[in-house]
C-alpha cells in the first residue's frame, strides 16, 4: 500500500456547536475553533474533523443543509471558514469537512423548487412516488422513528426521508444533481480543506421501491464517479460513513487499486450492547468476548486492501467510559485503557472533543431535558407503544446522542468557559472536577495519556504498519494482542472489568512503552491485573 499522509494521522472531531463560543450566544463558534489551535496542536492532532458549519435550519444540528457554499451565521461567515483552514494551516493542522449528500434540508432551494410542480427540473433531484391504496408507497422506516415516507399535499405524492421529515432525500440517480455535488466538492477543494468526512455514505445508492436503503447497487459507481471528478488526483483523505459495511464491503470502498475512499467508518462494535434484530435502544450488556472478536476481525481481514478507522466516540455516540467503562470510582483508568486499546491498533484513529480529558455522559430526568430530534421522536413513539417513562429514559441515558453534544468543558468558571451565555445544551455539572484546565495541571491525566499515544504513532512503524495478532489465551475481560513488525514485537495488554484478573505474560526482556497505572518495575511472568489496568510492553531485541 502506498504510503499516504493520512495512514500515521490522527483525527481529532469537532462539534463546532458545542466546542467554544466567542460572541457569547450559547453557541460554539469558528471563532472558537480557531481560538483553540493551540491546544489541539498541543495534544499533537494533525487533522480536524469539522461537523457541519454550512447555512442550515438546524432541525438535525447542521445535518439538514440549505446552501452547501454558505455558513451558518451562529457559526459565522466564509471569511471565518477562510481564516480557520489558514490558522490551521500554520499549525500543520488540515481540515476535514463533513460531507452531507444524501440529503437536504426541505429549505434548501432545490427541494423549494422540486416542491412547485412535478415538470419542475428540480423534482428529480429528490425521490417521489404516488400513494398506494391511498397510504405510504411501502413500508421504509425513518431512522428517525415513523414513516420514511411524506405526504406532499400540493403534488399529492410522498418524498422519501430516510431521517427527519425536513431533511428529503437527494436522488442520485440524477446526473445533473450529481455534477453539482461534485462542483460544490470542488469549491471546498479549493478554499484548501484537507478531504472530506462523508454522512451516511453508503445510502446514496438507495432504491427505496425495493426497501433497499444501503449498499445499493450503483453505489461504487457513484463513489468511483466522484473520485474521478473531484478529490482523485488530490492528496485528500476521505471516510465514509458506512453502517452496514463488512470487511468485504469496505474493502470496495478502500482498496487503492478502487480510487474510490481512503477509509470507512464501520460500526459492527458499536453494535454489541444492543439486542440483535432491534434498535439502539433496546440494551443489552456488552460482551466482551465478542468486542475481541469483532476488532480483530476488523484488524486483520482487510490486509492491504483497505484501511481501518479506529474510534469508540463521535457526534451520535455516547461517551465511551460511561457506556463501556466506569465513570466514577475508575474513570481515569478506565479512560486511559480504552485509549491505549484503540491507539496501539493499525489504522487511524479518531478522538472526538472532550474524550481526551475524560468526559462522561450527562443524565437527564425528563425528555424536556433533551435537543437531539431522534431522541425526542422516539421517545414520544416509545411512550405511545406503552413503553414506560423509565424505561425509555433508561435508553436514552445509555445511547442518546446528546451525551456526546454537551459543551467542552474547558475550566473551571461558569458553564466550563464554553461560553459567558445561556449555553444551547446543558453543561455536565461534572466539568469543575472534568475540564482542559485540571488536566493540563496534571501530568498523569487522561489527557497526556492521549498525547503520549499520539506521539508513539508519530515515532514508531510497527504502530503504522506492524501485524496484529490477538492473544487468545486470556481471561474473558482481558484483550491482549501483539503488533508485530520487522524485527519488533510489542504487546498490548487491557483488563476491561473493574474485576481483577490473572494472566500469564510471556517470558522475555520487555520494557514499558506505556501505562495507565504507575509501574516501579516491568511486568513479568503472572501478575493481577488491577481494574481497567493496561499496559504496552516493547520486546528487547539483542544486538548480534
Known sequence: ?????????????????????????????????????????????????????????????????????????????????????????????????????????????????????????????????????GKEPNQLRSIFSGSAWEFDPESGQYYLHLYSKKQPDLNWENEQ??????????????????????????????????????????????LQEMNQATFGTKDLMTVGETWGATTEIAKLYSDPKRNELSMIFQFEHIGLDQQSGKDKWDLKPLSIPELKQVLSKWQTSLGNDGWNSLFWNNHDLPRIISRWGNDQTYREESGKMFAILLHMMKGTPYIYQGEEIGMTNYPISEIAQAQDIETINMYYERLSLGYTKENILRSINAKGRDNARTPMQWDRSPNAGFTKGIPWLHVNPNYKEINVQSALADKHSIFYTYKKLIELRKQHEIIVWGEYQLITETPDDVFAYYRLYEEEKWLIVCNISEKTNQISLPSGDFSIVIANYPQEETPKGEITLRPYEAFVLKKNVRPM
Not at 84 to 103: F, G, P, Q, S, T
Not at 183 to 192: C, D, L, V
Request: avoid cysteine; hydrophobic fraction near 35%; charged fraction near 25%.
Open 1 to 133: 500500500m502506498e504510503e499516504k499522509w493520512w495512514h500515521q494521522s490522527v483525527v481529532y472531531q469537532v462539534y463546532p456547536r458545542s466546542f467554544q463560543d466567542t460572541n457569547d450566544d450559547g453557541v460554539g463558534d469558528l471563532q472558537g475553533v480557531i481560538s483553540r489551535l493551540d491546544y489541539l496542536s498541543y495534544l499533537g492532532i494533525d487533522t480536524v474533523w469539522l461537523s457541519p458549519v454550512y447555512e442550515s435550519p438546524n432541525d438535525d444540528n447542521g445535518y439538514d443543509i440549505s446552501d452547501y457554499q454558505a455558513i451558518m451565521a451562529e457559526f459565522g461567515t466564509m471569511a471565518d471558514m477562510g481564516q480557520l483552514i489558514e490558522e490551521a494551516k500554520k499549525r500543520d493542522i488540515k481540515i476535514i469537512m463533513d460531507l452531507v449528500v444524501n440529503h437536504t434540508s426541505d429549505e434548501h432551494a432545490w427541494f423549494i423548487e422540486a416542491r412547485k410542480s412535478k415538470t419542475n427540473p428540480y423534482r428529480d433531484y429528490y425521490i417521489w412516488r404516488d400513494p398506494v391504496a
Open 177 to 222: 444533481l450529481r455534477q453539482e455535488i461534485h462542483q460544490m466538492m470542488n469549491f471546498w477543494i479549493e478554499k484548501g480543506i484537507g478531504g472530506f468526512r462523508m454522512d451516511v455514505i453508503d445510502t446514496i445508492g438507495k432504491l427505496p421501491d425495493q426497501e433497499i436503503t444501503s449498499n445499493g447497487p450503483k453505489l461504487h459507481e457513484y
